[in-house]
């Protein structure tokens, strides 16, 4: 067992990915599967890499021992995760004084050539300093910074991978190490930084429009298209809190704390509360066609409802029917 299951074993986190190494990592992950109920994969044909999905969301990983461990240890990035474990025994590698390190909370490279080798480190060892509450030792945090123009070279998946794991200290780090500003990411927006639920509201205060050109999730950019597409409220009256939650929810509070307007989220807080559970009526009972117009009316029903202005199906009918375009006849 080597890399982040033993660092974290040791820090007693919870594990949840395991990384075995092994020298048939195919036959070893199909016999794991068959004992565990998971679903094994070939990660990497080139590299002979094997994963077991199961099914609480847990994977474990075979990969290749092609020689001594130490020798697979050395081509890792961090001392922390060069330390591997003998399964059912207790025989420890750690030819880079990785327990040393964590219990001194350090980060070292185990080479000169870490950042180089794969610069998506260059983002992990901030990330890892954020996590863990460790810090990179001065001659590690050396190397980063040489290397910093390095960290556009990852795929962008991978980038986005890291980044969505830190806070804002996280991104202050990546700032004051060089590493944001070729990203694209700024610290402008980090000042409304908040208690915020969303995972990737940081995202948006840091990279802005900019996170629409990154690989994310269709979720994540609907997300962030609807915090810098919106307005804050004009005052907190009933109908000025239903537009604008109209527009965000289920993101409000979120947009809220983006344009720096929080005090009114005790009115949009209000507003959920009192949310009815069934619509005054239809549309199929507003003897429409169905089409835009019914869409229209609808919605202008829910603002009324929402306003005070009507509160039963009688006046919600009324007011369709005093509020429908004129259908117009052949020219």
Avoid: C
């Amino acid at each position: 067992m080597v890399g982040g299951a033993v660092r974290d074993q040791t820090l007693g986190r919870q594990v949840l990915d395991l990384d075995v190494a092994l020298a048939d990592p195919e036959s070893a992950a199909r016999r794991y599967a068959r004992a565990s109920g998971g679903a094994p994969f070939p990660l990497s044909e080139r590299h002979g890499a094997w994963r077991v999905a199961l099914e609480d969301g847990r994977t474990v990983d075979f990969t290749p021992l092609t020689g001594p461990i130490a020798d697979d240890l050395a081509t890792r990035d961090f001392s922390i995760n060069a330390i591997a474990e003998r399964v059912g025994r207790e025989e420890i590698v750690d030819p880079f004084g990785g327990r040393a390190d964590l219990e001194a909370k350090r980060l070292r490279a185990v080479a000169e050539t870490v950042f180089r080798d794969d610069p998506l480190r260059l983002l992990r060892g901030p990330r890892l300093e954020d996590e863990l509450g460790f810090q990179l030792v001065p001659e590690t945090e050396q190397l980063l910074r040489r290397d910093a123009e390095l960290v556009t070279q990852p795929s962008r998946e991978r980038v986005v991978g890291e980044l969505r794991r830190l806070s804002v200290d996280g991104f202050r780090r990546l700032d004051e190490l060089g590493l944001l500003q070729p990203l694209g990411g700024s610290l402008d927006g980090l000042g409304r930084a908040g208690a915020v639920g969303h995972p990737d509201y940081n995202l948006v205060l840091v990279f802005g429009e900019r996170l629409l050109r990154l690989p994310v999730s269709n979720e994540t950019k609907r997300f962030a298209r609807t915090l810098l597409r919106a307005e804050p409220p004009p005052n907190d009256s009933p109908r000025a809190i239903h537009r604008f939650r109209r527009s965000t929810e289920p993101w409000a509070l979120e947009a809220l704390a983006f344009l720096g307007a929080d005090h009114f989220e005790e009115a949009v807080r209000t507003a959920r509360a009192a949310d009815p559970k069934r619509p005054l009526v239809r549309g199929g009972e507003l003897g429409l066609p169905p089409g835009p117009e019914v869409g229209r009316l609808l919605a202008e029903i829910e603002e009324e409802r929402a306003a005070g202005t009507i509160s039963t199906k009688e006046e919600a009918l009324e007011y369709a029917r005093r509020h429908a375009s004129p259908v117009r006849g052949d020219s």
